[in-house]
C-alpha cells in the first residue's frame, strides 16, 4: 500500500469505525468502572506506539527514559512499523519491540490483530498513542484494552479521540516535538523537570570500524574531510526537499574544497540521487569526490557515519534527526515545516528558513496550497547555505545538548495541572 492508500483508509474508514466503538467505549467504562489511577505501586506494563517517522521516534527518547525511572520495575513496550526495525534495538529504554507490518492490507491487519493479542495478555496499564491524526492509533490503543490510553488531539479532525482517550493533550505544532512527547507523559506522573535533550545512539566499535572500512573504500582511504548530504524527505511530504541542482551546486563548492562527499540515503532513494550527476559538469578529479551512498551503510553504519563526519546538510528528514542525535554539526534546510519544531539549537548547528505566507503547510496539507511548487524552501540559494556551512564549520563542536536548553517555555504543571490537558481521568 503507497501512503495515499492509507492515508484514505485510516481518514475515511478508521474515523467512521472509531465513531461506532464511542457508546461501545462509553459503556464499557460505566458498567466495569475500570480503575484509572496512576502510581508506582499499579503500573507494571507500559506500551507506547509509533508508527511513522524514525525521526518522531528520535523525539520520543527522553520521554521514554522518564517513563522508565519513573516506573523502573514495569516493563516498557514500543510498538512500530516493520521499517523502523534497525533503530529500535538501540533504544535502551524499551524492555520490547512489536511490529506491524502495513506492506499491504491483510498483513496489516494480521500483524495488528497478533500485537494486540500480545498487548491484551499482559495487561497494559498506561497506553501512548503518538500519532496525532491516526485513527488506527487510536483503535490499536482501544483494543489492547489498556486501563489508561493517552493521546493527542489537535482541532476538530481528532475530535473522534475525546470518547476514545482517557487522557488527552493538546498538540502545539508550534512547540518542539519532543516537548510535545514529554508534556504528555506528565499526564502520567513523569519528573515535570525531566531533560528533553536527545541522545547518541550507542554503537559498538566494530559499526564504527565497518563504517570506516566502507568510507576507505569509497574515497581510497583519503577521507580525512568527509561532508555528508541528504538530499531526500520521506514520502509524507516531498515538498520538503530542496531541489538537486542547489544540491549539487553546495556539493561541488565543498568537493573543490577537498571534501569528500557522502550523497546518503536508502535503496530505496539510489536512483533519484543519482540524477544529482546530471547537474555536476566538473571534471572527473571532482566528481569523484561525489559519492551515491544510498544503500551502501546499514542504519547502524550511517549512525557511526554521522558521528565521523565533519559536517552533515539536510532536508527536514529523518536522517537529520538521527543527526542531530548523534551529535553532529548539522545544517538543516527547511520550507513547508518550521525549525522550532524539531531543530535541535545547541550553538552549533544552523536552520535555513525563510518565512513565507503559506509556511509552515506539511502538517495540515496532504497537497500543500503551493500545488508542489515549493516555493518556501526554494527560496533559498547555494550560496546562502554554502556560507552557512562554512560558518558551522568554524564553530566549535559542543559535546552536548544540556548545555542549551530551551529557554522562555513555561512546561510541565501549573498549580498541579499539567498544561495542555483536555481530558485526565483519576
Known amino acids: 500500500m503507497n501512503i495515499k492508500t492509507k492515508l484514505f483508509i485510516d481518514r475515511f474508514f478508521g474515523q467512521i469505525f472509531c465513531f461506532t466503538l464511542v457508546p461501545i467505549v462509553y459503556c464499557s467504562g460505566k458498567i466495569l468502572r475500570i480503575d484509572h489511577s496512576i502510581n508506582n505501586n499499579n503500573v507494571k506494563n507500559i506500551a507506547v506506539a509509533k508508527y511513522f517517522g524514525i525521526g518522531s521516534i528520535t523525539h520520543s527518547v527522553p520521554m521514554l527514559k522518564a517513563l522508565k525511572r519513573k516506573y523502573p520495575s514495569a516493563k516498557l513496550i514500543f510498538i512500530t512499523r516493520v521499517n523502523n526495525k534497525e533503530l529500535l534495538p538501540l533504544i535502551p529504554y524499551i524492555d520490547e519491540t512489536l511490529y506491524i507490518n502495513d506492506s499491504g492490507f491483510v498483513k496489516l491487519f494480521i500483524s495488528s490483530l497478533k500485537v494486540l493479542f500480545k498487548l491484551q495478555r499482559k495487561r497494559i496499564d498506561l497506553f501512548f498513542d503518538l500519532e496525532v491524526f491516526s485513527s488506527y492509533g487510536t483503535m490499536m490503543s482501544v483494543f489492547s484494552l489498556a486501563r489508561n490510553r493517552f493521546g493527542f488531539f489537535w482541532a476538530k479532525s481528532t475530535g473522534f479521540k475525546i470518547w476514545l482517550c482517557t487522557h488527552l493533550m493538546y498538540f502545539n505544532f508550534n512547540m518542539p516535538l519532543r516537548m510535545s512527547y514529554m508534556q504528555l507523559s506528565h499526564l502520567a506522573k ?6 528533553i535533550d536527545l541522545e547518541p545512539f550507542n554503537l559498538d566499535e566494530t559499526i564504527y570500524a565497518s563504517a ?3 568510507i576507505g573504500k569509497i574515497f581510497a582511504n583519503d577521507a580525512s574531510k568527509l561532508f555528508c548530504i541528504n538530499v531526500n524527505a520521506s514520502d509524507l511530504s516531498y515538498t520538503r526537499r530542496w531541489r538537486l541542482e542547489n544540491f549539487a551546486k553546495t556539493a561541488l563548492h565543498f568537493a573543490e574544497k577537498g571534501y569528500n562527499i557522502l550523497l546518503l540515503g536508502s535503496q530505496d532513494e539510489k536512483e533519484y540521487i543519482n ?3 546530471d547537474f555536476i559538469t566538473a571534471g572527473k578529479e571532482i566528481t569523484c569526490r ?12 550511517v549512525l557511526a557515519v554521522l558521528r565521523l563526519c565533519d559536517i552533515f546538510l539536510t532536508n527536514d528528514s529523518g536522517l537529520m534527526n538521527l543527526g542531530y542525535a548523534q551529535e ?4 538543516s534546510i527547511y520550507g513547508a515545516s518550521i525549525p522550532q519544531f524539531v531543530h535541535i539549537d545547541n ?7 525563510k518565512k513565507t505566507y503559506c509556511s509552515p503547510c506539511v502538517h495540515i496539507f496532504d497537497t500543500p496550497p503551493c500545488g508542489n511548487l515549493s516555493v518556501c524552501i526554494n527560496n533559498i540559494t547555494p550560496p546562502e547555505v554554502i556560507d552557512t556551512v562554512e560558518n558551522v564549520l568554524k564553530t566549535d563542536k559542543k559535546s552536548s545538548h544540556a548545555a542549551f536548553p530551551l529557554k522562555g517555555i513555561i512546561a510541565g504543571e501549573n498549580n498541579g495541572y499539567v498544561m495542555g490537558t483536555l481530558i485526565r481521568k483519576s
Do not use: C
Not at 553532529?328 to 545544517?331: A, F, H, M, S
Not at 550553538?347 to 528558513?353: F, K, T
Open 190 to 195: 513523569t519528573d515535570t523537570a525531566a531533560s
Open 212 to 214: 570506516r572500512e566502507k
Open 275 to 277: 540524477t544529482i550527476y
Open 290 to 301: 561525489i559519492y551515491n551512498a544510498a544503500g551502501y551503510f546499514s542504519l547502524k553504519e
Open 328 to 331: 553532529t554539526k548539522t545544517v
Open 347 to 353: 550553538g552549533v548547528n544552523a536552520a535555513i528558513y
